[in-house]
């Protein structure tokens, strides 16, 4: 339950929320860190550690390609996240996460 709750401490923050919410939108795609940052006006100061921090908790992946970082939400995570948040709600009683409008 603790990394559970240290990623919603992650989410949390409205800068952080901000970035999943882009990375969710650009899926199946991957964004660069400076795209990130001129699309929610995070300025490079504080974007880096953001970026790592929702890293850390697993909420994003990254790669190197030569002098640019790119991130994608993962999704595994964020859906790991829902389904423990909707299962404790619900106190397992068999009903079904619906996803989608």
Known sequence: MAVQADRMAA???EARLSIIKLLLG???GEM???EIGRQTGI???TLS???ERLRKEGLVQSRRDKQWIWYRAN???LTDLISFLYHDCCGGTGVELKTGG
Do not use: F
Request: proline content about 11%; overall charge neutral.
């Open 43 to 45: 300025p490079n100061s």
């Open 49 to 51: 550690h953001h970026l």
């Open 26 to 28: 650009a899926l199946p």
């Open 11 to 13: 989410l949390g923050n």
């Open 32 to 34: 660069a860190a400076g």
């Open 75 to 77: 999704t595994g995570t």
